[in-house]
């Protein structure tokens, strides 16, 4: 089945850095989003970007699908943005697999 | 955004002992996920419901794991005998325009 891996697996920043995430998949999908898993555990979809850029606010994403890979952007980082952020892609039909995500811990 | 509910939001329970999660999908929608995450790892699919059937189920969702649609509204994920390793979250999911949009959760810890 699709491989969907995140890099890098763990991340500290100082608040107020950029930083930005990564997301290879090993074969074409219909569908791809970005989520970030909060404290309580909830998954807060950021985006849905099968292809192209969208940004909303301090966040940004690009999705380039000809060459399988996604990019999530966080500018002037704040310690709220800390938690865990999912690439999850539909290779088909409709189940989504989901990457092991990037830990994002944002120190004040 | 459309809100997919679930309840509990967190439960206790005794090995052994059955378990039901319920959720509210997006309104008059068909089609239905359940998923699972073990504490620390990544989301994993556990079953599609498309118009009242099965459509897809991984190996994780045995015999001990049915889903139901008991009044054409409310969805559920029953696990018969409960056992420590099912302790985890479990989300449901409706598809959307924006995608997939996630219930906010329920926790099971085994006890």
């Known amino acids: 089945g699709i491989q969907v891996e995140q890099s890098p697996p763990d991340l500290i920043l100082q608040e107020g850095a950029n930083s930005t995430l990564r997301c290879n998949f090993s074969?074409?999908?219909?569908?791809l989003q970005w989520f970030h898993q909060n404290p309580w555990g909830q998954l807060i979809n950021l985006f849905y970007?099968?292809?192209g850029t969208k940004q909303n606010g301090r966040l940004s994403a690009t999705t380039v699908a000809t060459e399988r890979y996604s990019l999530l952007y966080i500018s002037s980082s704040q310690t709220t943005d800390s938690g865990v952020y999912f690439c999850?892609?539909?290779?088909?039909?409709?189940?989504?697999?989901f990457g092991a995500g990037t830990r994002l811990f944002v120190k004040a | 955004e459309p809100e997919v509910t679930q309840t509990p939001s967190h439960q206790v329970t005794q090995m052994g002992q059955e378990v039901i999660l319920r959720c509210v999908p997006i309104?008059?929608?068909?089609?239905f996920y359940w998923y699972r995450q073990i504490l620390g790892q990544k989301v994993e699919f556990l079953v599609s419901?498309?118009?009242?059937?099965?459509?897809?189920k991984s190996e994780i969702f045995d015999d001990q794991f049915s889903v139901e649609r008991p009044d054409g509204s409310n969805f559920t994920l029953k696990i018969r005998s409960t056992k420590l390793e099912d302790s985890a979250m479990y989300f449901c999911?409706?598809?959307?325009?924006?995608?997939?949009?996630f219930g906010s959760g329920t926790r099971l810890t085994v006890v």
């Open positions: 999911a409706n598809p959307s325009r924006g995608g997939y949009t």
């Open positions: 074969d074409s999908v219909n569908n």
């Open positions: 309104s008059n929608h068909l089609y």
């Open positions: 970007i099968p292809s």
């Open positions: 419901f498309y118009n009242n059937e099965i459509s897809e």
């Open positions: 999850a892609v539909v290779p088909g039909g409709f189940k989504t697999i």
